[in-house]
């Protein structure tokens, strides 16, 4: 079953905890946490002080996506927080896998992640060391943008790949998913989804999580 991980970014922030409670009482399977400091992206969330107050009410892992310049400086920040994944851009990492070894080394679960055109061969060297490869569907920065298409043939050939160097490095995709394209997602091998407008302005979200969970 597609795992899924609504992104919190689209939640009410003056009613976080409200938002973190209901989406793990519908028992979604991790809460996605975008960080952006306003240089790798045009636009800046949330630092380590929101980000300890999720995890405290928070019953489902963290699942922290850095987009981010400096991606040591925050592995180092947000590490305490003790998330399940953190996942930094290919695009913007000198020494990936020294970074990787270093997440692991914090008992942490290393991920990548790979804008819309970085292809999946930008990662061959790496996958057996991840524990999670994601494919940003959409150009980081912002909630409620549209899919964009072309994830699908690259999820397919990096579940080619996956399956040949890591079978249990999973594969996730981030950026406009809803019911509209889970099942051709789901098709192409991907393991785990993050959704976060189509989760958050739904009218039952415990119905939008089940929707995705396929
Ligand atoms: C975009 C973020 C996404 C975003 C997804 O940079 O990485 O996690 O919140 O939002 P939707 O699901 O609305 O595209
Ligand atoms: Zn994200």
Same mark, same amino acid.
């Given at each position: 079953m597609i795992k899924v991980a609504p992104s #919190?970014?689209?939640?009410?922030f003056g009613n976080l905890q409200r938002d973190v409670e209901e989406i793990c009482n519908a028992n979604c399977d991790l809460v996605h946490v975008d960080v952006m400091d306003g240089h790798f992206v045009p636009n800046l969330t949330i630092g380590p002080v929101v980000v300890s107050a999720v995890a405290k009410c928070a019953t489902r892992p963290l699942d922290i996506h850095l987009m981010v310049e400096n991606n040591t400086f925050f592995v180092e920040l947000f590490a305490p927080l003790k998330p399940q994944y953190i996942s930094f851009h290919i695009e913007e990492e000198k020494h990936p896998h020294r970074l990787i070894q270093k997440i692991r080394s914090l008992g942490i679960k290393p991920a990548i992640v790979l804008n819309p055109?970085?292809?999946?061969?930008? #990662?061959e060297f790496l996958l057996k060391d991840l524990d999670m490869v994601l494919l940003m569907s959409?150009?980081?920065?912002?909630?409620?943008q549209s899919f964009i298409e072309s994830v699908l043939p690259k999820a397919a050939r990096l579940n080619e790949m996956r399956n040949k160097l890591n079978p249990n490095c999973l594969i996730e995709v981030d950026g406009g998913v809803s019911d509209t394209n889970i099942k051709s997602l789901k098709d192409v091998g991907v393991d785990v989804v993050v959704a976060g407008s189509y989760v958050f302005k739904h009218e039952n979200r415990q119905t939008a999580i089940q929707n995705l969970q396929i």
């Open positions: #919190i970014l689209s939640a009410d055109h970085t292809p999946p061969e930008a #990662i959409v150009n980081p920065g912002f909630g409620g």
